[in-house]
C-alpha cells in the first residue's frame, strides 16, 4: 500500500486534519497510488461489479476534492450492498483526498461501530461535527 503500510488493513489508516490540506503547496494526491489502496475492481467480486460510469469516473477525476467525492460515491454502493470492509475503504480514500468530508467520517464512525470499534467511532463523530 501507500506509504509502506496496508490501507486495508483491521487498523484504520490516519485521517489526515480537515486544514492539513488547505494550506498545502505541493502537487495533488498522486490518484493511481491512492486507487491502489483501495482499489475498487480489487474490492468487489465479480458477481457484483461496480458500475464503469463510476470507476471511470475515480480514474479521471483532475483534482482531489473531485476524486474525494467519487470515493464516497464507491463507499455508499458498498455500504448499501453490506460489503462493509470495501465501504470502509472507500471512505477512508474519501477522507484521504479531502479531509472535510464530514458525511464520510460520519460514515466511518457507523462502519467502526460495527465492526465494535467504539473509541475510533467516538472520534470519528467528534471530527466531522467539528466540520
Known amino acids: 500500500g501507500v506509504g509502506g503500510g496496508s490501507c486495508c488493513s483491521n487498523v484504520p489508516p490516519p485521517i ?10 505541493s502537487p495533488a494526491p498522486d490518484f493511481v497510488q491512492i486507487a491502489f489502496c483501495a482499489d475498487p475492481v480489487a474490492l468487489t467480486p465479480p458477481q457484483s461489479p461496480l458500475p464503469p460510469e463510476l470507476i471511470q469516473a475515480v480514474e479521471q477525476a483532475t483534482d482531489p476534492r473531485q476524486a474525494s467525492r467519487n470515493w464516497a460515491r464507491i463507499g455508499q454502493l458498498h455500504q448499501r450492498r453490506k460489503r ?36 475510533a467511532a467516538l472520534d470519528l463523530l467528534e471530527r466531522a461535527l467539528a466540520l
Open 16 to 25: 489526515p486534519e480537515a486544514g492539513a490540506a488547505s494550506g498545502r503547496s
Open 84 to 119: 462493509f470492509a470495501e465501504a470502509r475503504a472507500a471512505y477512508y480514500t474519501a477522507v484521504k483526498l479531502d479531509p472535510t468530508q464530514h458525511g464520510c467520517i460520519a460514515n466511518l464512525a457507523q462502519l467502526e461501530s460495527h465492526a465494535g470499534n467504539i473509541l
